[in-house]
């Protein structure tokens, strides 16, 4: 991989650095334009003397499809989001700064699935790649409709981000991996910088972006249940002087399911413009257009509390009926370098989409086996438009650097729901007999309508300073400032309910780096997300449930191999929160505000080359999460979905040269402990371990691979949110793809 140097002020920041450090006096400036765009790297070497700004550029557009790269891509000065991490390894990340500082100044450890992951696994959506992201634990994901929900160190939650930017606003469908360069999983409390967060962690998408290289790649893929997608990835400069860059993924496909009844297709397709407007300022236009159908299916039931008693392919909804689900994105972001020291980014983010479809539910099952369904017809529609002002600064203060980041965010979120559903009646045509089902049954009418609109307005600031007090020593401080507001209007039945929160969310966290390759870190930082929807509102008779609050620790310990190849990391963490939403048991589909509950263990990863031949991501996470007080289920009830112990490893072994050069070989494993499959334990998950093997071959622009998951055809389950709604795991199934790039 060629490096290639950015358009941005390539001459400036060496003669800016030679000149020495200025003190910039532009506080007026800060406050009116918030805070700080990703890209300063506040480090220190022989002395607390700040080195020479480093940001990420472009990249030369060579992901790692089709060969190897030889190194990161890297910019002196260069403006913009990190580009491609080489291997499954990456020394930056900005989900726990927001700026380009390296991991080992970090008093927070973020895992990074790099591209290279999600091609090795010929991953479609970024919950394939969550199978070997160490803490990660599947949770709901609403019959597979929505932004899935998942629990890092025990904490359940469905914070995903984008380059930044929330997701989880409305009812978007899950993810597409076509136009995803990396997966960070922060671990630990985010809320200084996030705001509306868990203290267990999140995940933040970092999308492919325009490169000065030229290059179309195509890809086709092929596998098991019928499945069959194309994709379009290109990118290059649009005029002579490289000014203007784009990129541009495409992604169609569809496939069914080892359910009965169950497919869907999908199609993605997100362009992306950016403009070098002078050496120092960039603009970067990014949208997304993705289309999804699929037939919502709840999964399977437990049977008295037994799994098994009907086979995983067990379909309990009605043939035919099918969900459509549209999401139109809009990211543009302006980045301004003032000077060597001074860079600010104003970013804005627009989301507007849909989910139409009716489907049918279970609610109850007699002794017998016969199960009362419900008819539901949704009709969900979300406006979201978010806007971000950030300055970062570096200078020194008695001799002590530092990387001041001020930030500014105002967010604004209709979303307007019409749920409604047929009355169960006992004896109606609408029931199933679960072990010998008869579908096609005559729709029984409509009489229970729910229409209603939620307005949120979310204003916030927030400050980070990173502070270098010796080359041992590095501090972190910073805090977010969130005003929180909601209207909630029922139509049908008429209610209202409103709500303002205030809410002040500090981060603090201290890094000691003994030598070079060793890091030790400890890290505190609070939490505050509002219980909201229309589960919140309906459910508490004396108004919306307060928010959910929450607390997080984690000390641990970072240490590079083999001259910064191979990363370790080791973690003590503890997270502690109030107020959090349970669904209830008995399948209603209403939530409950459990008192309090505690997620404490240790953490363990490896990610990176063991040897030049060699790669590898690994983990493995003890976590002990239960409930600490509630007025109605015991202390120390394990939280639902999350196991005590869960681990995974994927390792790769690739020939570097001679006549097998290019040729690689590996696989996976993922082993997951016995989990609680409902909110009060009343049965339970039972552990699995999973194999998966991979094969590729790498050939001039060519790369032929195939992936076999579950080789050993292991039944198990992912995840459940009652006794009517579990989740299995998909039995063996076989992916070929095939790319080619020119």
Not at 132 to 144: D, I
């Amino acid at each position: 991989m060629t490096v290639r140097s950015n358009p941005i002020a390539p001459d400036s920041v060496p003669a800016a650095a030679s000149a020495g450090r200025r003190r910039v006096p532009r506080l007026a400036l800060a406050a009116i334009l918030s805070a700080g765009a990703s890209g300063f790297e506040a480090r220190a070497q022989e002395s607390t003397t700040l080195d020479e700004i480093s940001v990420a550029g472009e990249g030369s557009g060579r992901a790692a499809d089709n060969a190897p790269p030889s190194g990161r891509t890297m910019a002196p000065g260069a403006i913009g989001l990190i580009g491609p991490t080489p291997g499954y390894r990456a020394d930056r990340a900005v989900s726990s700064t927001k700026t380009d500082t390296p991991q080992r100044d970090v008093p927070q450890i973020v895992t990074v699935a790099p591209r290279e992951v999600i091609t090795d696994l010929a991953a479609t959506r970024v919950d394939r790649v969550f199978n070997y992201t160490p803490g990660l634990a599947q949770q709901n994901n609403f019959g597979g409709l929505s932004i899935f929900s998942y629990a890092i160190r025990g904490t359940t939650t469905s914070e995903i981000y984008k380059n930044g930017f929330p997701l989880n606003r409305g009812t978007p469908p899950p993810p597409d991996a076509q136009n995803v360069e990396r997966i960070e999983v922060l671990k630990g409390p985010g809320g200084g910088l996030f705001g509306r967060s868990d203290p267990g962690g999140l995940v933040n998408i970092i999308t492919k972006q325009p490169t000065r290289e030229r290059f179309v790649e195509m890809g086709g893929l092929w596998g098991s249940f019928e499945q069959v997608r194309g994709t379009v990835d290109s990118g290059g400069a649009l005029n002579e002087d490289g000014t203007l860059l784009y990129r541009f993924n495409l992604a169609a496909g569809r496939q069914n399911s080892f359910r009965d009844f169950v497919d869907g297709d999908r199609l993605l397709v997100a362009p992306v413009i950016s403009w070098q407007v002078t050496p120092d300022t960039k603009i970067t236009v990014e949208t997304e257009f993705l289309r999804n159908r699929i037939v919502f299916d709840r999964g399977v039931v437990a049977v008295n509390g037994r799994l098994g008693a009907l086979p995983i392919s067990r379909f309990l909804g009605e043939p035919g009926q099918s969900t459509y689900q549209t999401n139109n994105a809009m990211q543009v972001r302006v980045d301004h370098r003032f000077d060597a020291d001074w860079q600010m980014r104003l970013a804005t983010y627009f989301n507007t989409g849909s989910l139409e479809g009716e489907s049918a539910e279970i609610r109850a099952i007699t002794d017998r086996g016969v199960a009362s369904r419900d008819r539901n017809v949704r009709d969900y529609r979300w406006d979201v438009a978010i806007g971000q002002a950030e300055l970062v600064g570096r200078f020194e203060s008695a001799g002590i650097g530092h990387t001041l980041l001020l930030g500014f965010e105002r967010e604004s979120t209709d979303s307007r729901t019409v749920y409604n559903r047929a009355t169960i009646r006992p004896g109606s045509t609408y029931e199933i007999d679960i072990y010998n089902p008869q579908y096609g049954q005559a729709l029984p009418p409509i009489d229970r309508f729910r229409n209603n609109l939620e307005r949120i307005t979310n204003t916030a600031l927030y400050v980070q300073d990173q502070i270098a007090l010796s080359p041992e020593w590095k501090a972190l401080v910073g805090a977010r400032f969130d005003f929180f507001e909601q209207s909630f209007r029922e139509r049908t039945p008429r209610s209202q309910v409103d709500q303002t929160y205030f809410a002040a969310t500090p981060r603090a966290g201290l890094v000691y780096q003994p030598t070079p390759e060793l890091a030790l870190y400890a890290n505190v930082g609070t939490s505050f997300r509002p219980n909201i929807g229309p589960d919140a509102a309906a459910s508490s008779a004396s108004g919306p449930f307060a928010p959910e609050t929450g607390i997080g620790y984690d000390v641990g310990a970072k240490f590079d191999l083999f001259d910064g190849a191979l990363g370790l990391t080791a973690a003590l963490f503890r997270v502690d929160r109030q107020n959090v939403l349970t669904p209830q048991a008995s399948g209603s589909g209403i939530s409950v505000a459990v008192g309090g509950v505690r997620s404490q263990g240790i953490e363990l990863t490896a990610a990176g080359q063991l040897t030049p031949e060699v790669k590898i991501l690994a983990g493995y996470v003890y976590a002990d999460a239960v409930v600490t007080e509630d007025p109605s289920l015991p202390v120390g009830t394990p939280l639902i979905n999350v196991p005590r112990h869960s681990g995974s490893l994927l390792a790769v072994h690739e020939v570097q040269a001679g006549p097998w050069k290019g040729f690689g070989i590996g696989g996976g494993i993922r082993g997951v402990g016995e989990r609680a499959a409902d909110s009060t334990n009343s049965f339970s998950l039972p552990a699995y371990v999973a194999v998966d093997a991979l094969a590729y071959w790498r050939y001039e622009n060519f790369r032929f691979g195939l992936n076999v998951e579950n080789v050993f055809d292991s039944e198990y389950y992912e995840s459940s949110l009652n006794r009517f709604r579990v989740y299995p795991g998909a039995p063996r199934r076989f992916t070929g793809t095939m790319t080619v790039r020119f």
